[in-house]
Structure formats: C-alpha cells, structure tokens
C-alpha cells in the first residue's frame, strides 16, 4: 500500500515538474486535388490543451523532391500559447509551374515546453502535419482527363488497339 501511494506522489510529482503537451491541430491533415497553375489557401488552427508553450515555431517541409516551393507558411510563423490559447495560421498551397502528379510534404511544430521550478525546456516537436498535393492538368487542356493510353492516341493519331 505505501508503495502504491510513494509512486503515485511521484508520478503527480513529475507531472507538476514535467506537464504534458497537447496540442490539437485542425485540419490534422491536408490533402488537397487541384490543377496546375492554381493556387489555394488553407486556415490551420492549432489549439494549446496542455502547459504554456514559448517560442512555437511552424516550419514546412518538401519531401517531394521539387524544385518548386509549393507549401508556403504565412509570414508569422513563430507564437507563444498560454493554455487553451488558439492561433491561426494559413498554408499556401501553390501549383503554379508545377507538373501533374502526387507532391508530399508536412508541417513541422516545435515549441519550448514552460516547466514550473525549471524554466523552459530545450525546443521539441509537439506536432506536425501531413501535406499531400494532388495536381491534375489544368482544366481546358487537350488531354485533361485523359488516361495515358488516350493521351498516347491523341498524340499519335488514329490507332486501333484490341483489348485483350
């Protein structure tokens, strides 16, 4: 029994000393289907459902190898959150000069931790959210919609192909 009540005093204890972060980000995830040459904006919104967090910094990630930017962060990018603050912030998602195909990415949330008795803790990953863009050819073009045996024969002329 006084074993049980020592851990939890320690446990409570660690707590105190060590608070958890929550962090519930909406959307949770961004996965989006748009044509090339166009653009769209989305509002994140992340709210602070554990201990106050200094300096939250978002930062964007391509793991699509591209060398176009096409995840852009609005220009503020760096909060501090008490608990239960809520802050926004927009993505850009950008398909200008960009080729049809899946492009991958995610945004990264770090934050110092504010610890009762210790200060602030070293900054750590508290969040991050998976980006994922669809680009389809841009509506009007002489093969949108077309699979790429269509586009074959729209290229080359008349052919008969036999369905095996």
Same mark, same amino acid.
């Given at each position: 029994?006084?074993t049980i009540f020592i851990s939890v005093v320690v446990m409570y204890l660690l707590l105190l000393i060590y608070p958890p972060v929550h962090i519930i980000t909406d959307p949770q995830e961004i996965s989006q289907n748009i044509? #090339?040459?166009? /653009?769209?904006?989305?509002?994140? &919104? =992340?709210?602070?459902? @554990? $201990?106050?967090?200094?300096? +939250?910094? &978002? /930062?964007?990630?391509? /793991? ?6 096409? +995840?852009?962060? *609005? *220009?503020?990018? %760096?909060?501090?959150?008490? $608990?239960?603050? =809520?802050?926004?912030?927009?993505? %850009?998602?950008?398909? %200008?000069?960009?080729?049809? @195909?899946?492009?991958?990415?995610? =945004? ?5 931790? *504010?610890?009762?008795?210790? @200060? !602030? ?5 508290? @969040?991050?959210?998976?980006?994922? +863009?669809?680009?389809? !050819?841009?509506?009007?073009?002489? %093969? $949108? ?5 269509? *586009? &074959? ?6 052919? #008969? &192909?036999? !369905?095996?």
């Amino acid at each position: 029994m006084l074993t049980i009540f020592i851990s939890v005093v320690v446990m409570y204890l660690l707590l105190l000393i060590y608070p958890p972060v929550h962090i519930i980000t909406d959307p949770q995830e961004i996965s989006q289907n748009i044509s #090339t040459n166009e /653009t769209l904006v989305k509002i994140i &919104i =992340i709210r602070d459902r @554990g $201990e106050d967090l200094k300096n +939250l910094i &978002i /930062t964007k990630y391509n /793991t699509t190898y591209n060398e176009n930017y096409w +995840l852009n962060l *609005s *220009s503020n990018n %760096t909060y501090n959150m008490s $608990e239960n603050e =809520i802050i926004s912030f927009q993505v %850009t998602l950008d398909a %200008t000069n960009l080729t049809q @195909g899946e492009y991958r990415g995610y =945004i990264e949330i770090n934050a110092n931790k *504010s610890m009762k008795f210790m @200060g !602030e803790s070293k900054p750590k990953l508290v @969040g991050q959210i998976p980006v994922v +863009l669809n680009v389809a !050819e841009a509506k009007g073009s002489p %093969t $949108e919609g077309a699979t790429q045996k269509e *586009s &074959i024969i729209n290229v080359k002329g008349n052919i #008969t &192909i036999n !369905e095996l």
